[in-house]
């Protein structure tokens, strides 16, 4: 009977300990987006209209250690992608200023491609191709779950300097007929500097993707790298990035494992300028690659994506802003011309954020 009222005793101290234990400091913030989408597709296809609803919910988390090291971490809950987000496990920010992102960590490329103006809506081309031409400048990065990037302090080895590296490794999946990536290295920096009354902030990125498969091996595996260039001066923003190199894709007939290759590049360019409590966007991008299904055999018919894109937003009250954008799409592959995607689309909605 003592020894049970003893452990009672400690019991109840411990959950008494527990219930007046600090939390973990965190904030939260998130969107909420509702508008209609007016799709207008290329080729016989008829005209469609769409309520589009995104939402996110993002919660952040830190603390820090008693020698000054910064512990945190962060996930969303996002409707549109289904469930639980979460970009980077855990990172460690140290007190010189550098960091460790530790597991689902990324490439350390993409952290550095430069963010380049285009429609603020959510507007797209509807339907379905097998045109893999890239519309984004860091399309060759890539990274399994186990793997840490490790960030620069500011003004690292030179005023407005800064940079980043990466890898990953093998994530133990078993090697299939198809491809599947094994592990990743990446590198990044960052250049920001002024000319005048102008900002200039300067992106590139390099980054690989080793990939295993127990047939025919891949004509190259996922790699190459990306630069891009952006000028502000005062309200008005103009950026341009070219990105060069290959990746694999799911073509859909494995879950989850690559089988088609691609040798691709891209270009993007964009104006945003400001005006009050108005934002215009216009934007452009134009890829092209040479894809096959067929591992180990490259391909040699071109792929093509090319679009425009243009937006307005306003502020309507605070944390409410307006949004209208329009975007069109003109897609070949394997050099003719794709009629059942692409086409132009308008949106109009509303972003409620806090």
Known sequence: MKKELLMASAL???????????????????????????????GTAVDTNAVIEQSSFAVSLSEVTDGGTTISSSFNLVNES??????????????????????????????HDISIPG??????????????????????QGATELGFEWHSAAD???????????YSTDSGAAATATAIAQNSWGLGATYVTDAGDTDITIGAGLAAVDYANTGTALTNDKGGMHVGVSAVTGD?????????????????????LASTQVDGSVTKAGIKY??????????????????SSTLGTAGTTDDAYDETDA?????????????LGYTTVDLQDEGSSVTDKGGSAWYIGAKLAF
């Not at 300990?17 to 998130?30: E, F, K, R």
């Not at 509807?126 to 860091?138: L, R």
């Not at 690292?156 to 990466?166: I, L, P, Q, R």
């Open 12 to 42: 109840a101290s411990t959950l008494g300990a527990a219930s007046v234990a600090q939390a973990v400091t965190h904030t939260l913030s998130g969107h909420h987006r509702v508008g209609v989408e007016f799709d207008s597709p290329n």
């Open 274 to 291: 400001v005006s009050g409590d108005f934002t215009f966007n216009l934007g452009m991008v134009s890829g092209t690659a040479k894809d």
């Open 82 to 111: 289904g469930g639980l987000s979460n970009a980077t496990a855990l990172t460690l920010e140290f007190t010189d200023g550098s960091k460790l992102d530790i597991f689902n960590a990324g490439n350390a490329s993409g952290t």
């Open 236 to 256: 008005l923003t103009v950026a341009v990035g070219y990105g060069d190199g290959d990746t694999v894709v799911d073509d859909g007939t494995t879950a989850a």
């Open 311 to 323: 937006s307005v937003s306003w502020a309507v009250a605070s944390g409410v802003t307006g949004l």
């Open 119 to 140: 429609s603020a809506g959510e507007e797209g081309a509807a339907g379905t191709t097998t045109s893999n031409a890239p519309s984004g400048i860091d399309f060759t």
């Open 156 to 166: 690292f080895m030179a005023d407005g300097f800064k940079m980043s590296a990466s």
